[in-house]
């Protein structure tokens, strides 16, 4: 029997309060992101609340999977942190219980969420997506919201164009009002002009109705006589006019049957089925051209019979299309060329569009396929970026909405970044589909797996002090000594004894200097046959800080600044690149890197000198304040 312990309880508890918030707002963040792209599509066109609903529903579900695993990173990161911040993942950790055994519940949750993703991709957003792109071509053909602003030309109604000087907003009264009817063409155009006006809108919405007082009217007649100067015309004067014109001013939903064919609009089965059916008309389109390429280019050449006859004069059984051509009258050669020409052009025509038509099919084909690994991939994503957010919120033991909300986006936009551009190249036929739709999964699976095996072995990654300290010593920068008075002493030093050592330790660097000469230049192959650390720099550094630990537990300001200025030995840097031979071998062989390595060496071989010589002054320093203070 399945038992849930209440630790399963609390962690599930705390993460499905997180994800459900950071859903609601990255759904609202990609809602808005969609609204934008279609902004200028839905404003000035009267649409009801009803038509504006099912836009942001329909959306809303379309967008909905791909919410769901930014949703999940974001609250697996939170969730994490909160636990680091608050030391309750520490606490778990202290009871013997793995950080995998306390991702175990959020794991099956996760996995539930990516089979609903799964299931709202191949069930629900097909039908969505249906819904959603007949919607958006209907309001597409709806006409615009009747809105003339004031001092412009208006022509978003068909055939008018209407210009406005003046507009009561408050009673819709307008005042100086121009009218251009170019319904019936431009030579024979209808211009009115009136003091004032107002317009307004059938109840049916199909025509508006035009309220003119105190105008005038111009109209060209039609001319029976084409070639006469002067063109007729009538002027009309009115105190009050009413003209009706046609105007669909309401919202139709347009028959989305035709949308059928789009492959987002479909679920697997049927992806797979139209795949099948697209890859067998591509077969027989490819098999008909194929039998008109063998027809074109391997039909028999029909002779006329004059040049049948220039043949049998020539008496040769050879054709030679040169010299036949030569043969030929300019006038002949002139029909021959139009007639070569005629027929290239035919044949690059039909070849284009044959071309276009396996392109568009291809294009369908690979469109197809994407949508049906996409499916898959990101159904998948859910579970990969709860293996890279929480382990990442147990490093970093960050909670709240800074830290995470931070690493989140920046996860998700690498994410975007390279799903994005590898589905492009793959939709255009550069790259491999599945390697192009699975490609941000080949990417972010290893990272989730990295960082889930680094936070359950505890180790350090986001400590900067390992990689500042890592390129401090790649490119030779010094480590400083802080050493301060200890608050409780425990044990004094024994001066007598510290006094003859560093005697001794002067004597060893002294020696070293003498017997390494590390101001001359270094031997090439000595460096790059070398391995291993300098036993003897590593017992004279292990010496010295022997001393200086000791030393620190006295009471004398001016012995502290002496032994701040001891420096810290380095035990291979100017001896070989590598502390393995092989390696060694491998960079001296290179030419470029090997002198690179070489003045390195040289460079930290000159810096050892000067630490040596350091060493031997500070001792003597240091000797000298003993015999002052201590030593009597």
């Known amino acids: ?160 164009n209407i210009y406005v000087k003046h507009k009561n907003k408050e009673t819709g009264m307008m005042t100086d009002i121009l009218i251009y009817n170019l319904s019936e063409g431009f030579e024979n155009a209808h211009v009115i002009w009136a003091e004032k006006g107002k317009i307004e809108t059938t109840q049916d919405q199909q025509h508006l109705l035009l309220h003119l007082y105190n105008g005038e009217q111009f109209e060209n007649l039609k001319s029976q006589n084409i070639a006469r100067d002067n ?80 043949l049998s004069q020539n008496k040769t059984l050879k054709l030679d299309a040169d010299s036949l051509f030569e043969s030929y009258t300019l006038v002949e050669k002139e029909r021959v060329l139009s007639a070569a020409t005629n027929q290239l052009t035919a044949l690059t025509l039909d070849w284009q569009m044959k071309s276009i038509m ?53 996860i998700f936009v690498i994410y975007y970044i390279i799903d994005t551009g590898s589905t492009r190249i793959a939709r255009s036929g550069e790259m491999n589909m599945i390697v192009g739709v699975w490609m941000s999964t080949f990417v972010l699976a290893p990272v989730g797996a990295f960082f889930t095996y680094k936070s359950n072995n505890d180790s350090v990654v986001f400590n900067i002090e390992i990689y500042v300290n890592f390129f401090r010593t790649l490119i030779g920068m010094r480590q400083t000594r802080h050493i ?24 060893a660097c002294t020696a070293y200097k003498t017997e390494h000469r590390l101001g001359k230049a270094p031997n090439y192959y000595h460096i790059f046959t070398n391995s291993g650390h300098d036993d003897q720099i590593a017992r004279i550094g292990e010496k010295m800080e022997e001393l200086i630990e000791e030393l620190s537990n006295g009471k004398d300001k001016y012995l502290f600044e002496l032994l701040n200025r001891y420096p810290v030995l380095s035990t291979n840097a100017h001896k070989s ?46 000797r000298c304040r003993l015999e002052e203070t201590f030593i009597k």
């Open 231 to 310: 063109v007729p015309y009538r002027r009309e004067s009115f105190r009050e006019k009413q003209i009706v014109i046609d105007f669909n001013g309401g919202f139709e939903m347009i028959d989305g049957s035709y949308l059928d064919s789009r492959s987002d609009a479909k679920n697997m089965a049927e992806i797979s089925h139209s795949i099948d059916s697209l890859k067998a008309k591509a077969d027989s389109i490819g098999r008909n051209m194929y039998a008109d390429i063998a027809r074109t280019y391997y039909r028999r050449v029909t002779l006329t019979s004059s040049d049948s006859a220039k």
């Open 484 to 507: 301060y008075r200890k608050e409780v002493i425990i044990e004094d030093p024994n001066y007598p004894r510290i006094y003859a050592e560093l005697d001794e330790l002067s004597a």
């Open 577 to 622: 690149p590598f502390l393995r031979k092989t390696l060694n071998v491998l960079a001296g062989l290179v030419v470029p890197i090997g002198i690179v390595f070489y003045f390195r060496i040289w460079i930290f071989g000159m810096r050892l000198d000067q630490d040596l010589k350091r060493i031997v002054a500070n001792d003597r320093d240091i």
């Open 1 to 160: 029997m399945l038992r849930i312990k209440k630790l399963d309880i609390f962690i599930l508890k705390s993460f499905l309060t997180l994800f459900a918030g950071t859903f609601v707002i990255c759904l609202f963040i990609f809602m808005m992101q969609f609204l934008w792209r279609y902004i200028d599509e839905l404003v000035g066109k009267g649409l009801g609340l009803t038509v504006l609903g099912q836009f942001f529903f329909y959306s809303a579900i379309t967008l909905i999977p791909m919410s769901l695993p930014l949703s999940i990173l974001l609250a697996a990161l939170m969730t994490f942190g909160n636990f680091g911040e608050r030391y309750e993942l520490l606490a778990m950790k202290s009871a013997g219980i793995p950080l995998t055994r306390i991702m175990r519940p959020v794991v099956a949750c996760c996995a539930f969420l990516c089979l609903m993703s799964f299931f709202f991709q191949n069930v629900i957003s097909p039908k969505a997506q249906k819904m959603l792109w007949t919607l958006v071509v209907s309001v597409r053909q709806t006409s615009p919201e009747l809105d003339i602003p004031e001092g412009v030309f208006y022509s978003e109604i068909e055939g008018y």
């Open 358 to 410: 396996s392109d568009d099919l291809d294009r369908d084909i690979r469109r197809h396929q994407l949508d049906w690994h996409r499916k898959i991939t990101l159904s998948l994503a859910c579970l990969i970026f709860f293996f890279i957010g929480a382990p990442l919120g147990a490093i970093i033991r960050k909670g709240g909405l800074g830290m995470p909300v931070v690493v989140s986006v920046f």
